[in-house]
């Protein structure tokens, strides 16, 4: 059973990372690809890998964050602010040239008439299904099959995977391993925030005030 649970599971991520390819980098239809892969890959996927999950509740080593819904929106807030920051700093003409981002935007049909019909999508939807499908299904799976550490490590990895095949056509190749450590660090402050206390609702939070903001930096690059 654990060995079928596992390949299913493994498929379900698979499929994620096809689709998001295929509708992005062959497509280039970035509508098709979140009408896919929020209803029915997050929703639906992490439906089924929820009923193969066991054992979260007993692996838990830490007490809740005795945070409140004020002090939670005020550390998103600063941390979105600093990512906005620095992704401002690095999309600077000497270091990336904003040309191949709006070329990017271009090629996704994302100018600026109609970026958010996408780009709204992304920024306000996108943090709620990850967040269900990464944390509460992915990480929650493999929690009750390996330790802490490893199950964080897994998901972080896989959640970091495919969002290079996603921006493969917005950033220059070599920034690519850039994105995916962003990613991946990002896997494991949302993971951790998640293990300890066990309410999704912080890191959507978190994953919501990144996301806009990072979306309100690609409006400024995109084509009109």
């Known amino acids: 059973m654990k060995r079928g649970s596992t390949f299913i599971v493994y498929s379900v991520i698979g499929i994620t990372y096809v689709w998001l390819w295929y509708t992005i980098a062959i497509l280039r239809n970035p509508v098709l690809s979140v009408l896919g892969f929020h209803p029915v890959i997050c929703l639906g996927g992490g439906l089924l890998i929820r009923k193969l999950a066991t054992g979260f509740e007993n692996k838990s080593k830490y007490p809740g964050f005795m945070l409140s819904l004020f002090g939670t929106v005020g550390i998103a807030v600063l941390v979105s602010f600093i990512i906005t920051i620095l992704a401002a700093f690095i999309l600077q003409p000497s270091l990336v040239d904003p040309e191949f981002l709006t070329q990017g935007l271009f090629t996704l049909r994302m100018d600026k008439a109609h970026f958010w019909l996408v780009g709204g999508w992304v920024a306000i939807i996108n943090p709620f299904a990850e967040e269900f499908f990464w944390r509460t299904s992915v990480f929650g799976f493999f929690l009750g099959r390996m330790s802490h550490v490893g199950a964080l490590i897994v998901m972080s990895i896989l959640f970091a995977g495919y969002h290079p095949l996603v921006m493969m056509i917005m950033v220059p190749t070599s920034w690519l391993v850039l994105v995916f450590v962003m990613t991946f660090m990002g896997g494991l402050i949302f993971g951790e925030i998640y293990f300890r206390t066990k309410n999704?609702?912080?890191?959507?939070?978190?994953?919501?005030?990144?996301?806009?903001?990072?979306?309100?930096?690609?409006?400024?690059?995109?084509?009109?």
């Open 200 to 224: 999704i609702a912080w890191t959507i939070i978190l994953h919501l005030a990144i996301n806009i903001n990072l979306m309100l930096i690609g409006w400024q690059y995109a084509p009109r």
